[in-house]
């Protein structure tokens, strides 16, 4: 007996299990939700059978659409994994990546990446959610990214952390600076000028607090800011120093900005992948989890271009 449905019906069926509502699945796959609405309608004619419970505040798989969901997973990874493998496919596939990343790993080391992913998979649409790490890991929970790039913290049990690199805090100061001949800087010679901070909520300032606690600063910070690429604009800008993740601060190539070791003590971050556990990645989330854990480790010259197309 012929089953009349087709790929598109169970990417439908899919982003709807993963995104919980028909308006997110069909935002996530890029049709109308009328659309989206038709090609579960159709799987579900063609199954015989009905995948969802639908009211107006919410949607469930329904025992059968439980069953059917990890089937369906199974045979679209299969595809996807197959048609990656196939050189002269890889280059034209078409589908979409997203990677929850924290803003001071997605400035300098991302692009590089994604500029290489993008080489490999010109059609597989990559999104990448800058944001602190508690929203990295909060979309990381929920499903809205594939993978997280962020630095160790409080994971949910649901979740599994992969270290990449230990990240180093170093000083990071105008060329023209008085410390920017020096071989090292400590912290407390840090404090002793004037300084740009990252304020309260980043989960950066909680672990320098946390590291620092019995160093007591000469002076306030000159400026608080959200993000890191702030902070390091500002430095730019002459109002002062800071302390910023060596991943964060452009390389010796940087007509402006330059790096100085920070010392007693040396403060660390453990950066890394994050993932849902017992959860397999789509053969294109693979794909760029294999891109990051290979570039990690390469200076920005082997890297490639920075540019994203």
Same mark, same amino acid.
């Given at each position: 007996?012929?089953?009349?449905?087709?790929?598109?019906?169970?990417?439908?069926?899919?982003?709807?299990?993963?995104?919980?509502?028909?308006?997110?699945?069909?935002?996530?796959?890029?049709?109308?939700?009328?659309?989206?609405?038709?090609?579960?309608?159709?799987?579900?004619?063609?199954?015989?059978?009905?995948?969802?419970?639908?009211?107006?505040?919410?949607?469930?798989?329904?025992?059968?659409?439980?069953?059917?969901?990890?089937?369906?997973?199974? =045979? @679209?990874?299969?595809?996807?994994?197959? /048609?990656?493998?196939?050189? &002269?496919? #890889?280059?034209?596939?078409?589908?979409? *990546? %997203?990677?929850?990343?924290?803003?001071?790993?997605?400035?300098?080391?991302?692009?590089?990446?994604?500029?290489?992913?993008?080489?490999?998979?010109?059609?597989?649409?990559?999104?990448?959610?800058?944001?602190?790490?508690?929203?990295?890991?909060?979309?990381?929970?929920?499903?809205?990214?594939?993978?997280?790039?962020?630095?160790?913290?409080?994971?949910?049990?649901?979740?599994?952390?992969? =270290? @990449?690199?230990?990240?180093?805090?170093? /000083?990071?100061?105008?060329? &023209?600076? #008085?410390?920017?001949?020096?071989?090292? *800087? %400590?912290?407390?010679?840090?404090?002793?000028?004037?300084?740009?901070?990252?304020?309260?909520?980043?989960?950066?300032?909680?672990?320098?607090?946390?590291?620092?606690?019995?160093?007591?600063?000469?002076?306030?910070?000159?400026?608080?800011?959200?993000?890191?690429?702030?902070?390091?604009?500002?430095?730019?800008?002459?109002?002062?120093?800071?302390?910023?993740?060596?991943?964060?601060?452009?390389?010796?190539?940087?007509?402006?900005?330059?790096?100085?070791?920070?010392?007693?003590?040396?403060?660390?971050?453990?950066?890394?992948?994050?993932?849902?556990?017992?959860?397999?990645?789509?053969?294109?989330?693979?794909?760029?989890?294999?891109?990051?854990?290979?570039?990690?480790?390469?200076?920005?010259?082997?890297?490639?271009?920075?540019?994203?197309?």
């Amino acid at each position: 007996m012929a089953i009349n449905f087709d790929l598109n019906d169970l990417q439908a069926f899919r982003a709807v299990v993963e995104k919980g509502s028909f308006g997110k699945a069909a935002e996530a796959i890029h049709i109308s939700q009328p659309a989206l609405s038709r090609r579960i309608e159709k799987l579900e004619g063609a199954l015989g059978v009905k995948l969802f419970e639908r009211t107006t505040r919410r949607v469930s798989l329904t025992m059968v659409g439980r069953a059917f969901a990890p089937r369906a997973e199974r =045979l @679209l990874d299969d595809l996807d994994d197959a /048609l990656l493998g196939i050189s &002269d496919v #890889a280059s034209t596939r078409l589908g979409h *990546v %997203t990677i929850a990343c924290v803003p001071s790993a997605a400035y300098y080391f991302m692009p590089r990446v994604v500029a290489r992913y993008h080489q490999l998979y010109p059609k597989i649409r990559v999104r990448v959610l800058d944001a602190s790490a508690h929203d990295v890991h909060d979309a990381v929970v929920s499903g809205e990214a594939d993978l997280g790039l962020s630095f160790m913290g409080n994971l949910d049990v649901g979740l599994e952390f992969e =270290l @990449l690199v230990q990240d180093t805090y170093v /000083l990071a100061c105008r060329r &023209d600076h #008085a410390l920017a001949s020096r071989e090292a *800087v %400590t912290w407390s010679e840090f404090f002793e000028h004037d300084y740009i901070a990252v304020d309260k909520t980043s989960g950066n300032r909680f672990l320098l607090d946390q590291a620092l606690i019995h160093i007591k600063p000469a002076r306030p910070s000159v400026c608080e800011t959200r993000h890191v690429v702030t902070m390091l604009g500002l430095v730019e800008a002459g109002l002062g120093i800071a302390a910023a993740p060596a991943m964060a601060v452009p390389t010796a190539g940087h007509p402006i900005l330059m790096s100085v070791p920070l010392t007693a003590p040396q403060v660390i971050r453990s950066v890394g992948l994050i993932k849902r556990r017992g959860r397999t990645l789509t053969p294109a989330a693979l794909e760029l989890e294999r891109l990051i854990v290979e570039m990690k480790a390469l200076p920005p010259s082997v890297q490639g271009p920075t540019a994203v197309h």
